[in-house]
């Protein structure tokens, strides 16, 4: 069954370093998403993506953020300067294939992220 | 934007016992998802169900789209089902994707 790979699994950081998280979605989805949730928290959504543009962004994901689709198959979220409240598990998502509804959302193992 | 609620916010039951857990939306949407969160913090995908009922094995799961809720049922519940149950609800506005708004979850532990 075609799922949602993230890497890396744990990813440790210095404060004001940038990272960088990757996900491969499934294959023939259009439309890709991350969320995150900090530690005892509930997940939050912070960016969706389709047709290679941004479709909707909460207010979490702020000009540190960024989205990219760099080729055909990796979707990634840049942090640009992180901070110790960026700490999170970092989920992404994908979902609706070509003449699919958009709606049924695929999640990865998420990526846990540690600022220190 | 879509409100969601779940309850009861923690369960402890003993094992074999049924439970069902119940979540609340503010609006109209077109997709509605359960999923369990496992002790390495995966979401594990257990339904998708905008309206209507499903079943999987132990687990079913009923929304009512006209009355805003959705309830999972799980029956004969093992200490493996233990972990936080999240509901999550989403509707597309822009044609680019519905973002899921998450409930704040239901602890459930299973105690032998």
């Known amino acids: 069954e075609p799922e949602v790979t993230q890497t890396p699994s744990h990813q440790v950081t210095q404060m004001g370093q940038e990272v960088i998280l990757r996900c491969v979605p499934i294959?023939?989805?259009?439309?890709f998403y991350w969320y995150r949730q900090i530690l005892g928290q509930k997940v939050e959504f912070l960016v969706s993506?389709?047709?290679?543009?941004?479709?909707?962004k909460s207010e979490i994901f702020d000009d540190q953020f960024s989205v990219e689709r760099p080729d055909g198959s990796n979707f990634t979220l840049k942090i640009r300067s992180t901070k110790l409240e960026d700490s999170a598990m970092y989920f992404c998502?994908?979902?609706?294939?070509?003449?699919?509804?958009?709606?049924?959302?695929?999640f990865g193992p998420g990526t846990r992220l540690t600022v220190t | 934007g879509i409100q969601v609620e779940q309850s009861p916010p923690d369960l402890i039951l003993q094992e074999g016992a049924n439970s069902t857990l119940r979540c609340n939306f503010s609006?109209?949407?077109?997709?509605l998802q359960w999923f369990h969160q496992n002790p390495w913090g995966q979401l594990i995908n257990l339904f998708y169900?905008?309206?209507g009922t499903k079943q999987n094995g132990r687990l079913s799961a009923t929304t009512v789209a006209t009355e805003r809720y959705s309830l999972l049922y799980i029956s004969s519940s093992q200490t493996t089902d233990s972990g936080v149950y999240f509901c999550?609800?989403?509707?597309?506005?822009?044609?680019?994707?519905?973002?899921?708004?998450f409930g704040t979850g239901t602890q459930l532990k299973v105690e032998l």
């Open positions: 169900i905008p309206s």
């Open positions: 998502a994908s979902s609706g294939a070509l003449g699919q509804k958009p709606y049924e959302q695929y």
């Open positions: 999550a609800a989403g509707r597309d506005l822009t044609g680019g994707g519905n973002k899921l708004t």
């Open positions: 993506f389709y047709n290679n543009e941004i479709s909707e």
């Open positions: 609006d109209s949407v077109n997709n």
């Open positions: 294959s023939n989805h259009l439309y």
